[in-house]
């Protein structure tokens, strides 16, 4: 996990909060406004609240209300300070001794009291170095919110990670210890991407909302190399070499030839992912939205990223329905060296009529390099999207147990592109990761999906909303809200 430089301390006043319950001294509102409150409030306000889905629908709303002061966002602050980390692995508040939350509060306070009598003393890190499972021997990820990461092809030692407060973390013993590599940087935003060329361990790449820095001394510096007002890059993609670079952003497709010194534009449209085939250091694919059809479209190269063309043999038909029915929600690709014909592009947005779909498409497969595409877990019509029925489910949305799976009420709420990753094990080219609010493993191909983490729980411990996944070899990294986790399945 990443190590969080804090003193962290337990406010849960014994006095005037019950952390049993997750409620605050503050009255619950009338049930006219209750009913009237965004949906994370009135989640709030219910008998049993789901704290995950809560806290992700709550900073959903606050990203799109940055000033609102409400009642019921007070109410927030006082009721999440409540209930703290004892929450169970569902999401649900964990009645928490009382004489404990005192002692922590008195232990706490006498920290204060020390810390005090010598203010010129310099500081240390004290901790916590690792985060616990409620009343268990078993560490979770509940530390902060990891963007973006990426692992070493010379030294799978060392990783690189962007944070949501503009922080590149690096670790040279394989993810135990991080140590910040950015304190002489200026961040706009948080690391919306990160890379590590595959040639040099020491050659490091990180994005914000408008620039691309690069350093060469393992981040020990760092020289911006791309600016861009409200560029966001997506991804960063460097053949084997490392020579040829790609760079995916929401102002377009963009190309280096000199390992990342310089950048220029091949496209404007956005471009929500690139990656380079695992056979060939020619082949690359992309992919792009388009705003004529409203949808995501696959594009291939064969001469290192100089030209492309696009593919639709299989690909979802943007004229097989009304073109006001389509929205592109965002798209990620996955590669893998078990197989390097072996892809997969998982489609959020919407193309039947938008209720059904709810905002995502499925995960598309080529077997023949981007050739051709099948979708193998398709709707009962054999498209994309819903309607949702059995082993086809939308898997986007929160998803606590089978009886609230979308379409029922309260099951529609997702978040888009914020929330959405996918790799595929360079070991066997069935088996993949897919991240949304929860994280989805398959081992038949895309064809059937088993729920491995978030709301609601799974085979881990797996902190909600999924950032990034990286896959290395026998490694699978998988970073969310919560800070990074490390599987070897």
């Given at each position: 996990m990443i190590q969080k430089i804090t003193i962290l301390f337990s406010l849960l006043a014994f006095f005037s909060l019950s952390s049993a319950s997750g409620q605050t001294d503050r009255p619950l509102p009338q049930a006219s406004e209750i009913a009237a409150a965004p949906w994370w409030a009135q989640q709030m306000y219910s008998g049993s609240p789901n704290v995950f889905a809560v806290d992700s629908a709550y900073l959903l709303w606050r990203k799109a209300n940055p000033q609102a002061d409400t009642y019921h966002s007070r109410y927030y602050k006082h009721w999440r300070r409540a209930i703290g980390s004892a929450i169970d692995e569902s999401g649900?508040?964990?009645?928490?001794?009382?004489?404990?939350?005192?002692?922590?509060?008195?232990?706490?306070?006498?920290?204060?009291r020390e810390a005090e009598k010598n203010r010129a003393a310099q500081w240390e890190n004290l901790g916590p170095f690792y985060t616990w499972r409620e009343g268990q021997a078993q560490e979770v990820s509940w530390q902060v919110n990891v963007y973006s990461l990426d692992q070493s092809q010379s030294n799978p030692d060392m990783l690189l990670a962007g944070t949501e407060n503009g922080a590149v973390f690096k670790s040279t013993d394989h993810g135990a210890s991080w140590q910040p590599v950015s304190d002489s940087i200026n961040t706009s935003g948080g690391i919306r991407a990160v890379a590590v060329l595959p040639s040099n361990e020491n050659v490091l790449f990180a994005a914000d909302n408008h620039t691309v820095?690069?350093?060469?001394?393992?981040?020990?510096?760092?020289?911006?190399?791309?600016?861009l007002a409200n560029l966001k890059t997506t991804a960063f993609a460097f053949s084997p070499s490392g020579q040829t670079g790609?760079?995916?952003?929401?102002?377009?497709?963009?190309?280096s030839t000199d390992a990342g010194l310089t950048w220029t534009a091949?496209?404007?449209?956005?471009?929500?992912?690139?990656?380079?085939?695992?056979?060939?250091?020619?082949?690359?694919?992309?992919?792009?939205s388009d705003a004529q059809t409203k949808l995501c479209k696959f594009m291939k190269s064969t001469d290192g990223g100089q030209n492309w063309y696009q593919i639709s043999n299989g690909w979802i038909d943007p004229s097989a329905n009304s073109l006001s029915d389509n929205k592109d929600g965002g798209a990620r690709l996955a590669v893998t060296n078990a197989d390097p014909n072996r892809i997969y592009a998982v489609l959020l947005g919407q193309y039947n009529d938008g209720v059904n779909d709810n905002n995502y498409l499925g995960v598309y497969r080529s077997d023949d390099g981007g050739e051709s595409w099948t979708l193998p877990n398709a709707n009962a019509n054999g498209g994309p999207g819903g309607p949702y029925a059995g082993a086809h489910s939308c898997l986007v949305t929160f998803w606590f147990n089978d009886s609230q799976r979308y379409p029922n009420n309260g099951s529609e709420y997702n978040q888009g592109f914020y929330n959405l990753a996918i790799d595929a094990s360079d070991t066997n080219p069935d088996v993949l990761l897919v991240g949304f609010l929860n994280l989805f493993k398959s081992t038949d191909g895309a064809t059937t999906f088993e729920r491995w983490g978030g709301y609601g729980g799974g085979p881990g411990w797996q902190h909600p909303d999924i950032q990034d996944i990286d896959i290395n070899g026998p490694d699978f990294w998988v970073s969310s809200d919560g800070g990074i986790n490390l599987y070897e399945p």
């Open positions: 649900h508040p964990i009645a928490e001794d009382l004489a404990e939350s005192r002692n922590t509060f008195q232990n706490w306070m006498k920290l204060r820095l690069r350093s060469e001394d393992g981040g020990n510096s760092w020289a911006e190399v791309l600016y790609l760079l995916s952003s929401e102002k377009g497709l963009y190309r091949l496209s404007s449209e956005k471009c929500w992912d690139v990656k380079f085939s695992t056979g060939d250091a020619n082949t690359a694919f992309a992919l792009v």
